[in-house]
């Protein structure tokens, strides 16, 4: 896979295997699922830069204890 002038793998209107297209949804989807609702609840809340990281460390603690526990 060769990289264009401007770095991208793929521009917009190029064209990407169903493969490696589902693969890159699976990613979004995943990340989407784990990483980003606790920050925009974060966001929702006007919490500090600092009370951000704990309040998403606290959220995956207790998901983690909740799922471990089924």
């Known amino acids: 896979m060769q990289r264009k002038d401007n770095g991208l793998l793929y521009g917009p209107e190029d064209k990407v ?3 490696q297209s ?5 990613q ?3 990340a989407m699922d784990v990483y980003v609702p606790p920050l925009i609840i974060a966001g929702l ?3 500090s830069v600092v009370q951000k ?3 998403a ?3 995956f ?7 471990s526990s089924n």
């Open 45 to 47: 809340l006007s919490m």
């Open 57 to 59: 460390g606290r959220f």
């Open 61 to 67: 603690g207790l998901w983690y204890r909740y799922n």
């Open 53 to 55: 990281p704990v309040f």
């Open 17 to 19: 295997s169903y493969f």
């Open 22 to 26: 589902g693969l890159l949804g699976l």
């Open 28 to 30: 979004h989807v995943l």
